[in-house]
């Protein structure tokens, strides 16, 4: 199957992934848009697995000021390069993360270790596992995954604060 570079164009505006990757999901799903998008997801998510072990040391603070001024949040985010700390992309996704924090009010990124072992650490949701407010089909580990895809590099939320006033 031929794919044309119109093809490729449009899968990498609709996805973020890079042109060969695009190319080769086009390839392998003999050119049919959709299925070509459920391959880069998957294959996306394999490589997120696979990044996760490596050390990010690099990133930004990003704060969130809601409107009104009565409720802020500042969030860490950790990338292991300068160059995507950098990022205008990794910036927003800071940033709608630090949104998360201060419209969901967590009190921890992820869960506690005594929970494997069936303890539980509270009932409420840790950060990453919230249902993410901007599109209630992924969670917040879901939006990080994705953009391990896209940016090729593992990120870490490392830590978040939330300000209330009065609170």
């Not at 940016?151 to 490392?158: A, D, K, L, P, Y």
């Amino acid at each position: 199957m031929e794919v044309t570079a119109e093809q490729v164009k449009a899968l990498r505006e609709r996805t973020g992934a890079g042109i060969m990757d695009c190319r080769r999901a086009l390839v392998d799903a003999a050119g049919d848009m959709g299925r070509a998008e459920q391959l880069l997801a998957e294959r996306g998510i394999e490589r997120a697995e696979k990044k996760s072990s490596r050390e990010a040391r690099q990133g930004l603070i990003e704060a969130y000021i809601h409107a009104g001024g009565r409720v802020a949040a500042m969030v860490e985010l950790n990338c292991e390069t300068d160059f995507v700390a950098r990022n205008p992309q990794f910036r927003e996704l800071a940033h709608e993360i630090a949104m998360q924090v201060a419209a969901m009010n967590p009190t921890r990124v992820d869960r506690e270790p005594s929970e494997a072992d069936g303890q539980s650490a509270g009932d409420e949701t840790p950060l990453l596992d919230q249902t993410y407010i901007r599109d209630s089909s992924k969670t917040i580990r879901d939006l990080i995954k994705q953009n391990i895809a896209g940016f090729g590099e593992n990120i870490v939320v490392r830590r978040f604060a939330r300000f209330e006033l009065g609170g």
